[in-house]
């Protein structure tokens, strides 16, 4: 939690090429909290000096608000210190002011399983609620799982010089919501106009921009196979990957007919991309007597598909 003030007192204001004097103010007061719970709570067990259980289940908790007030006015008769309030000045009063909140609740558990350290697995699921959503599609839900196996031992297994293998496979889902506050709902803009009366102003509101009131969480799906090594007394390291990844529902803002009062929706959740490629690591680390060195080494690949950007 913090806060702050700001003052900017500008005796000069340019316009063109000439300076005349205005003597302006130009005040902010900022008030900006977060809130972040978490509990976690744990549990791990052998039996039988072959089975290893662990299982770990939490929540968390993040709550921002900001809150921002401004004031702006000119005409002080001079710059002196002890007249730079809002109140001594004497024309073009302006005033602004906003409140933003938003909020992530999460739920997450994992449970992982080691029989021997030979057979390995791991599932994990996160359920998601985000303040950015219509309480429709507020919240998401966000599995994954893994499996290894190491073959290094195996009773069937004799390489002398391997000294670990593992194969393993992962798949498993994440969730974006990155669309700004309030996607879901327009903010509304104001606006003053004069009907009879032209010395007399009055206020209407119209939403600010297209609004989505359906949109809902972005998903990243991603399947990975790979491979480790470990040989010479684990002097040599080798990882080897693929991966293919797909993101749908992807959150655009597409452009539209200026027909409708605005310029491009609002979020949309039609775009969907492919990536895919290999990864491979390599590390030797060696030592002669007191000198040790290591040399590392990784290639990549990547094939990027856009599949989809919506109806453009």
């Not at 003052?7 to 204001?13: L, R, S």
């Not at 994992?110 to 029989?115: E, I, K, L, V």
């Not at 310029?263 to 991309?273: D, K």
């Not at 007191?290 to 598909?305: H, P, V, W």
């Amino acid at each position: 939690v913090y806060s702050s003030q700001s003052k900017d007192f500008n005796p000069t204001f340019t316009e063109g090429n000439a300076n005349r004097t205005i003597n302006s103010l130009s005040q902010v007061d900022l008030n900006y909290s977060d809130f972040i719970w978490e509990n976690t709570m744990n549990y791990s067990r052998e039996f039988n000096q072959k089975h290893l259980v662990n299982i770990l289940v939490g929540n968390s908790l993040e709550s921002v608000k900001t809150d921002r007030l401004s004031g702006y006015r000119e005409g002080f008769s001079n710059n002196e210190s002890y007249l730079q309030y809002l109140d001594a000045g004497s024309s073009n009063d302006q005033s602004r002011g906003n409140l933003t909140e938003w909020s992530l609740a999460s739920f997450y558990s994992r449970a992982n399983y080691s029989y021997l350290d030979k057979y390995l697995i791991s599932t994990n699921v996160r359920f998601d609620g985000s303040s950015r959503f219509g309480k429709a599609n507020r919240w998401g839900v966000f599995p994954s799982a893994s499996a290894g196996w190491r073959i290094s031992k195996e009773s069937f297994f004799s390489v002398p010089f391997i000294d670990d293998l593992k194969f393993r496979a992962s798949w498993g889902q994440l969730g974006n919501q990155d669309i700004g506050l309030y996607a879901f709902s327009s903010v509304m803009s104001q606006s003053f106009y004069t009907l009879g009366n032209p010395q007399k102003l009055n206020v209407a509101y119209s939403p600010a921009s297209d609004f989505n009131p359906d949109v809902k969480w972005e998903t990243t799906t991603q399947t990975d196979i790979g491979l480790d090594l470990a040989a010479f007394n684990n002097k040599l390291s080798l990882s080897a990957d693929y991966y293919y990844k797909k993101t749908t529902d992807m959150l655009l803002i597409l452009p539209q007919a200026m027909t409708s009062g605005f310029g491009s929706t609002g979020y949309e959740n039609v775009g969907s991309i492919e990536n895919k490629g290999l990864e491979l690591q390599f590390t030797w680390k060696e030592h002669v007597g007191d000198f040790r060195y290591s040399l590392g080494a990784n290639i990549a690949t990547l094939k990027n598909k856009v599949l989809s950007l919506g109806a453009m």
